[in-house]
């Protein structure tokens, strides 16, 4: 399954809401990849296993699954999300990326791949509309999460 979507980060004909910055995006997007259970409360610990100034490798337990995966950034462009396949799991992919196309009129492109051929959609495709619903929620809370951070000037002060 092969799915993406756009979340507005900044409503820019909303002056009561608060502009925040490309770096404050970044740095949220950041904080997801190092610290997922502040975004994602059923996981139940992430290590990082390895890391290097772009990239990192992690684990991550779900209960009794476990699932490691690496993520790679691009400075204030894109993360990407890459998930080898083990045990019963394929690979797949998730990459987050920034797009701006005119000053401060933020977004977030999410874009999925499950690795599933197109044949193995066609026979999944219940399920697929499920999981692209269930992405399309929490990304959402994603930049929800995000938007808390920085109006609480959390995301004021961390690494990029």
């Given at each position: 399954?092969k799915?993406?979507?756009?979340?507005?980060i900044?409503d820019l004909?909303?002056?009561?809401?608060l502009?925040i910055?490309r770096?404050?995006?970044?740095?949220?997007l950041?904080?997801r990849?190092e610290s997922?259970?502040l975004?994602?409360d059923?996981?139940?610990?992430?290590?990082?296993?390895?890391?290097s100034e772009?990239?990192?490798?992690?684990?991550l337990r779900?209960g009794?699954?476990r699932?490691?995966d690496?993520?790679?950034?691009?400075?204030?462009?894109?993360v990407h999300?890459d998930?080898?396949?083990?045990?019963d799991?394929?690979?797949?992919?998730?990459?987050?990326?920034?797009?701006?196309?005119?000053?401060?009129a933020l977004?977030?492109?999410?874009?999925y791949d499950?690795?599933?051929t197109?044949?193995?959609?066609?026979?999944?495709?219940m399920?697929n509309?499920?999981r692209?619903?269930a992405?399309?929620?929490?990304?959402?809370?994603?930049i929800?999460?995000?938007?808390e951070?920085a109006?609480?000037?959390?995301l004021?002060?961390l690494p990029?």
């Open positions: 399954m799915f993406e979507h756009l979340v507005e900044n004909t909303n002056p009561a809401v502009v910055t770096e404050q995006v970044w740095r949220g950041i904080l990849a997922p259970k975004f994602v059923y996981i139940d610990e992430c290590s990082i296993t390895d890391r772009v990239t990192m490798t992690r684990s779900y009794e699954l699932i490691a690496q993520v790679s950034f691009v400075h204030q462009q894109h999300y998930v080898p396949a083990q045990k799991i394929p690979q797949s992919s998730l990459r987050m990326s920034i797009e701006e196309p005119a000053p401060d977004f977030v492109r999410f874009v499950s690795g599933h197109a044949e193995q959609d066609a026979e999944n495709e399920y509309a499920y692209r619903s992405y399309e929620e929490a990304d959402v809370d994603t929800r999460m995000i938007r951070l109006e609480a000037g959390r004021d002060s990029t």
